[in-house]
């Protein structure tokens, strides 16, 4: 049933924009395996409207969108850094190191005496 589905927006997507085909595949390959998709291209290749095609075709579906230019910085999609709570082992969101390995750890057959 859901592969019926998908061909048909994928059928009806083909009909609506032409040469598109690759695009239009990685798009339904990436939502069938819910995994991200990262498009690359020119302007005025129809990436957005294959995109939005898909996504108004799907009930609840969402999507995250960010037009990069050659300005565009890591501030501008990620946010600031605090560099500060870096620097005191306060990593945001859980990320980081989770325990303390002892200095004597790494030490080989020579710092066994």
Not at 26 to 46: M, S, Y
Not at 66 to 87: H, M, N, P, W, Y
């Amino acid at each position: 049933m859901l592969r019926d589905k998908m061909l048909a927006v994928i059928a009806d997507l083909n009909r609506e924009v032409v040469e598109r085909e690759e695009l239009i595949e990685a798009i339904a390959i990436a939502l069938l395996t819910r995994k991200n998709l990262f498009i690359l291209g020119e302007p005025g290749q129809a990436k957005s409207f294959v995109v939005n095609g898909f996504r108004s075709r799907i009930t609840g579906a969402r999507q995250f969108e960010r037009l990069l230019t050659k300005q565009a910085d890591e501030e501008q999609l990620f946010g600031r850094v605090d560099l500060s709570s870096l620097i005191r082992d306060r990593f945001p969101g859980g990320i980081g190191p989770r325990r303390r390995v002892p200095a004597s750890a790494g030490r080989g057959a020579e710092g066994k005496r």
